[in-house]
Structure formats: C-alpha cells, structure tokens
C-alpha cells in the first residue's frame, strides 16, 4: 500500500507558477515511478508528468512541456510538480500516483498502470 498526499494547489493568474508536492508513505518510494495527472469538469483525467524511480528519466505531453517540471527527492519521499507559465487551460485538479510496479525502468503514462492516488489538489488559472 501506498499512501498519498498532495498540497500546493491554489489561484494563480495566467502566467503565473505554482508547485506541487506530493508526500508518500507505506510501500518503498525510491522503487516506484510516480506520476501528476489533472482532471478538468466533465473531462477524462489526463497525464501531465511522469518520472522514474531513479529521478532518471521524465515524460511530459505536448500540452505541458516547457512550462512543467516534475521532480522527486527519495530521501524524503516527495515528488513534485513545478508548474510555470501557467493557462487557464490548465485549471484542474491534479492528482498525483503512484506506479503499480516497481523498478521500472520507463515512464508509465497511463492511468491504469497506476494503482495508488492522492486525493487531488485544486489549481485554478484565471485570465
């Protein structure tokens, strides 16, 4: 079991950054991929970064690269997501996971391959 809490989401204008963390306990952190995913009303929720186990490697959509910046730390059981340039497209509410597998060595991209959420954090983007 994995459990997952986020924080850092808020009201920010067009243009503007936000970060994301995400804290993690129970099975070993520093062996899972871990993923940021965002939810839109009445939309699918979509996969906006991923990264390895070893902090290694990152995955970004078209939608998000350049302006996103996923990284973890192992020692403290934290990913984040530091958002920058931020759209009114991009309001949501983000949600972090956890890989279903360990020691993988590719970025997972989607939601079936992850098995434990966080309850979600809001980001709103005005113009």
């Known amino acids: 079991q994995v459990q997952l809490v986020e924080s850092g989401g808020g009201l920010v204008q067009a243009g503007g950054s936000l970060s994301l963390s995400c804290a993690a306990s129970?099975?070993?952190?520093?062996?899972?991929?871990m993923g940021w995913f965002r939810q839109a009303p009445g939309k699918e929720r979509e996969f906006v970064a991923g990264?390895?186990?070893?902090?290694?490697?990152?995955y970004y959509p078209e939608s998000v690269k350049g302006r996103f910046t996923i990284s973890r730390d192992n020692a403290k059981n934290t990913v984040y997501l530091q958002m920058n340039n931020l759209k009114p497209e991009d309001t949501a509410v983000y949600y972090c996971?956890?890989?279903?597998?360990?020691?993988?060595?590719?970025?997972?991209?989607?939601?079936?391959?992850?098995?434990?959420w966080g309850q979600g954090t809001q980001v709103t983007v005005s113009s």
């Open positions: 996971a956890a890989d279903s597998r360990s020691w993988s060595f590719a970025v997972p991209t989607t939601t079936t391959r992850y098995a434990y």
């Open positions: 129970g099975r070993t952190f520093s062996t899972i991929a």
């Open positions: 990264i390895t186990y070893t902090g290694g490697s990152t």
